[in-house]
């Protein structure tokens, strides 16, 4: 099979595996589906549903409460019928979540429950997709084969986001959805282009728990992903506040993806040191720390594409090498009890966010306050 064959000599010293190469293709397609309205939804909270900023974030809040409480039920699932199946089963709940989402423009009672079927989605993917890369990359290499994979979801949002404000000015944010939910559904083919060989397995969040007592240093660094939850809520926001539509929102975003995709492959390569893991990180987490910080002088559409374009590159200084411990680990040991710890802490972040925000947010009214509050958790990040 291709799949099986895929060999790139000039940036990796193995063969790619076929699991990992699925997961590739598998992401392409969802991942473009996903920046196509992804960018959008925080801001069709905002400015169709007439969410308040505090209410958006409350929203997002809702998802990751359920999604605490439901990540050991998608790790036993994926345990039990196989990375790959997990996956495939996650996708209808991304689509129905997108269909709750647009049906709210007529029946407002819809949107109370999207939180729980995004949050559904989450928990059936993310262990699995996490798994998938902890027990098939291969070793020396899993800096650069994160990144590559990384880099695919940076490509969909070069592509994406463009698409995203175009058809949503042309045809409605409805449109973009049904789009997206079209091109999504096509994600599971890649992952049963061969048939998956796996070996059930027990999870038991017991084994979860322990890593909490043992490793309490990480769990704390973890919850720095708490800015992300931001990054994608409010900052969104504040964008289509300046530039005033979505067509523009898309190019900007579009423009500093593709900044930052093209030196995140270049960080996956230093990241497979394991001196430069540390320093990228370190040095990652600092410059992404100032970028929040800069965003105060971000009011015209070049000052808020050169902001961006600096922030992305920081988080993948950041994100890369973090990412990149984190499945070494998970894979030295028992994979799925640190991968649940893993998303588990993040998810905890981003409650933890939530909270945070609303209280900053309804104390200032200010964006600047909510920048700094996502800088301080980024902050975080230099103890994994």
Known sequence: ???????????????????????????????????VVMLFEPIFLYSVLGFTINEVLLFMGAVYVFYILLIP????????????????????????????????????????????????????????????????????????????????????????????????EQFGVRITFVVASAVYFCSFIPLFTTKEIFIPKVYKFRDTLKLYRKLPKKFLGYLGFG?????LTVWPIFIFIVVKNYEDTGILATLAAFVAMVIGLYIGMLTDSSKSKVLLLRFGAVLYFLTWIGRIVANTFYTLFAIDSVSRVGKEMVFIPLSTVTYERAESSHIMPYVVFFEQSLAIGKLLAVLLGVIVFGLTGSFLAVFILAGLFSLLYMLI
Do not use: C
């Open 1 to 35: 099979m291709i799949f099986h064959a895929l060999r790139l000599p000039h940036y990796f010293t193995n063969h790619i595996r076929r699991q990992m190469a699925e997961l590739y293709a598998s992401s392409a397609i969802a991942d473009i589906a996903m920046a």
């Open 73 to 168: 039920f998608g790790a036993k699932i994926a345990n039990r019928f196989g990375y790959e199946h997990a996956i495939f089963f996650s996708i209808p709940f991304q689509i129905l979540y997108w269909g709750l989402l647009f049906g709210s423009q007529q029946n407002m009672v819809l949107v109370f429950f999207a939180p729980l079927a995004f949050a559904l989605q989450k928990s059936l993917y993310w262990p699995a997709f996490h798994a998938i890369i902890a027990r098939f990359a291969n070793q020396g290499q899993q800096g650069r084969e994160f990144s590559l994979l990384r880099q695919i979801i940076n490509l969909s949002f070069v592509l994406g986001p463009y698409l995203g404000g175009l058809i949503s």
């Open 227 to 231: 800015e992300e939850l931001l990054v």
